[in-house]
C-alpha cells in the first residue's frame, strides 16, 4: 500500500478550514439483547461467553422469528437522550437498515431513521486549559449491534488474504444507542483535542447514567470520526460549501481518535493542495502506524433503502417516565469535574493532569474503591500510563480501579513498599492474580521482623564500623551507607523508615 502524502499540520490550517462530525455507538449493559432475550455480551457477567452461545432465532435471523423492543434498554436510551440535552420524541419508530451484512443473520439492520427517538441537544467539553465548547448533536437513535467476524489465515487478521472467515453471533442484537452531531466548525487547530475530549465528555456521560461500561477497548462504546476540509474564504468571497468527508470507523481510544482526526487532516489537505478530490469513503485506522487507508465507498441514506419496521410498533415513552428520568439524571460532566477537584483537594496541575489523560473515572473509581485520592492519581496518571503508553493501550485495560486501590491498601499497611508495590503491579498486568495472590507467591511482602533487621544492621555495621561513632558526633547522614547495605540484604523487602529508626536507636544505645 502506497504511502500517503502529508501536509504540515499547520500548513494546512492556514489553506483549509476543518469541519468535524463524530458517530459514537454506545453498547448498553442490558441483561439481554435489543429485541431477544438471550443474554447480552455487554452485560459484565457475560464477557467470557464462548463464541455462538449468546444467541436466540432473532439473532440469527431464522425464519419466524420476531423482535420484541427491550424496555430497559429504551429506558436507557432516553436517559442518554435526557443526558445529551435533546428533546425526546413523543413517538419514535423502527427502520430497516438494508446492505450486506454477513454477520447479521436476517441481513439487515433494525435501527432508526426518521423519527430517531432523541434529537436536537448539545453537549459542553472542556478542553485542557479550561476553554468550553458547545458540541451541537442532531440525533442519538436505537438500533442493534451487528455480530463479529474473524479472519484467519492472512497476515494482518483482515479479510484481504484470509483464507476464510468465522462468525461469532454472540454481538448481534447487542442494544446500541448511535449519537450523531451535527457538523462542527470552527474547530481549527484545536480539532484534535476537541476530539479526544468529545469522546471522553460521551465516555462520562454514560458510566455516570451507569447504561454502558463504555470500555472502548472492549468496543462498548466506538467512534466514528468524520473529517472535511474546505478552503479558506479569501476577503469577499462567500463562504465554500462543505468539502466531502471521510469517515475514520471504530477507532478505540480517545489518543486513537484524536492522532486519527489530525491524520486526516494532513492527508486530506496534501491531496487538495495537489489539485486532487477527497473520495467519500470509509477509512481503517491502523494504531500500529498512526495511520488511515481505504475502506469502502460511503452510502448516504438512500443506498440503505430505509423502510418502517413492520414487525415493531411505534414507540410512546409516557411524559410521566421522561420526567421521572430526567429527575435521576446524574450531574453533568463539567459540574462533576469541579465537585471531585474540590473533593479531592488538587491543585490545578494535578486534576488536569487526570483529567487531560482521560484518567477521571480510573481516579473516581478507585478512590471509591478505598485508596486515598492522591495514591489514586499517581498510580493512574503514572506508573499504569506509563506502561499504558509503552504498549499502545489504555490504562484502564491493564486492571481495574479495585485492584488498584487493593494494591494501594496494601502500601498502606505497611505490606508493601513503593517499589515493592511496582513488582506487584507488573505480576497483576501479567495476570498473575490479585495483589496479595502475588504478594503471597512472589513472597514479595516487607519484612516486619525487628529481630530480622536487627541482625542485617548488626553485619551491616560490622562491616562499616566507624558509622556509629559518625551518628554519635551528630553526623546522621552517615546512616545512609547501613541503611543502603541492609535494603540491598533484604533484597528491597525492608522498610527503609523502619530501619532508619532501628539504626539511631543502635548509634543510641551503644
Not at 293 to 309: C, I, L, N, T, V
Amino acid at each position: 500500500m502506497a504511502k500517503d502524502k502529508l501536509m504540515d499540520f499547520d500548513k494546512a490550517l492556514e489553506l483549509f478550514e476543518p469541519v468535524l462530525g463524530f458517530e459514537i455507538h454506545v453498547e448498553l449493559n442490558t441483561e439481554t439483547k435489543m429485541f431477544s432475550a438471550a443474554a447480552n455480551p455487554a452485560h459484565p457477567a457475560n464477557h467470557d461467553a464462548a463464541p455462538n452461545t449468546l444467541v436466540a432465532p432473532v439473532d440469527m435471523g431464522l425464519p419466524g422469528s420476531l423482535p420484541v423492543v427491550n424496555e430497559t434498554a429504551v429506558r436507557s436510551s432516553i436517559s442518554l437522550g435526557l443526558a445529551l440535552g435533546c428533546s425526546i420524541a413523543p413517538s419514535s419508530r423502527f427502520a430497516r437498515k438494508n446492505y450486506f451484512y454477513p454477520d447479521l443473520g436476517k441481513n439487515y439492520q433494525i435501527s432508526q431513521y426518521d423519527e430517531p427517538i432523541a434529537f436536537e441537544g448539545q453537549v459542553e467539553i472542556e478542553l485542557a486549559d479550561g476553554t468550553i465548547v458547545e458540541i451541537p448533536i442532531e440525533r442519538a437513535h436505537m438500533e442493534e449491534d451487528a455480530g463479529k467476524l474473524t479472519h484467519m489465515g492472512g497476515s494482518t487478521g483482515r479479510i484481504q488474504g484470509a483464507e476464510y472467515s468465522l462468525v461469532d453471533y454472540n454481538r448481534a442484537g447487542v442494544p446500541l444507542v448511535e449519537i450523531v452531531t451535527k457538523p462542527i466548525m470552527g474547530a481549527e487547530h484545536r480539532a484534535p483535542e476537541i476530539a479526544k475530549a468529545y469522546i471522553a465528555t460521551i465516555r462520562d456521560i454514560v458510566i455516570g447514567l451507569g447504561i454502558s461500561e463504555a470500555r472502548m477497548e472492549r468496543g462498548n462504546l466506538r467512534c466514528d470520526a468524520n473529517v472535511s476540509l474546505r478552503p479558506r474564504v479569501a476577503p469577499g468571497e462567500t463562504a465554500h460549501p462543505l468539502g466531502t468527508r471521510t469517515e475514520t470507523k471504530n477507532v478505540n481510544s480517545m489518543r486513537s481518535v484524536e492522532r486519527a482526526v489530525r491524520y486526516e487532516i494532513q492527508r486530506q489537505a496534501a491531496i487538495l493542495a495537489g489539485g486532487g478530490s477527497i473520495t467519500q469513503e470509509t477509512r481503517h485506522w491502523h494504531e500500529d502506524t498512526g495511520t488511515t487507508s481505504p475502506g469502502r465507498p460511503k452510502s448516504d441514506a438512500d443506498d440503505y433503502r430505509y423502510f418502517p419496521e413492520p414487525d415493531l410498533l411505534p414507540v410512546v415513552p409516557a411524559l410521566e417516565l421522561i420526567e421521572q428520568l430526567r429527575s435521576e439524571l446524574p450531574e453533568p460532566p463539567a459540574a462533576r469535574r469541579r465537585r471531585l477537584k474540590a473533593d479531592w483537594g488538587f491543585s490545578d496541575i494535578d486534576f488536569q493532569g487526570v483529567v487531560n489523560a482521560g484518567l477521571l473515572s480510573e481516579v473516581e473509581a478507585t478512590v471509591a474503591a478505598g485508596a486515598a485520592p492522591a495514591a489514586a492519581r499517581k498510580w493512574w496518571t503514572g506508573e499504569l500510563l506509563r506502561i499504558a503508553n509503552a504498549d499502545d493501550k489504555e490504562p484502564a485495560e491493564l486492571v481495574s480501579p479495585a485492584e488498584v486501590a487493593e494494591l494501594q491498601g496494601l502500601v498502606d499497611a505497611g505490606t508493601l513498599t513503593d517499589k515493592l508495590a511496582r513488582q506487584v503491579l507488573e505480576g497483576m498486568i501479567a495476570g498473575e492474580g490479585t495483589p496479595q495472590q502475588i504478594v503471597d507467591a512472589r513472597g514479595l511482602a516487607v519484612v516486619s521482623d525487628d529481630g530480622a533487621l536487627i541482625a542485617a544492621i548488626d553485619e551491616a555495621l560490622a562491616a562499616q564500623p566507624d558509622v556509629l561513632e559518625k551518628i554519635r558526633d551528630g553526623k546522621v547522614q552517615a546512616a545512609g551507607a547501613v541503611i543502603g547495605a541492609v535494603m540491598k540484604a533484604m533484597k528491597g523487602q525492608a522498610d527503609a523508615a523502619r530501619v532508619r529508626e532501628l539504626v539511631l536507636e543502635r548509634a543510641a544505645a551503644q
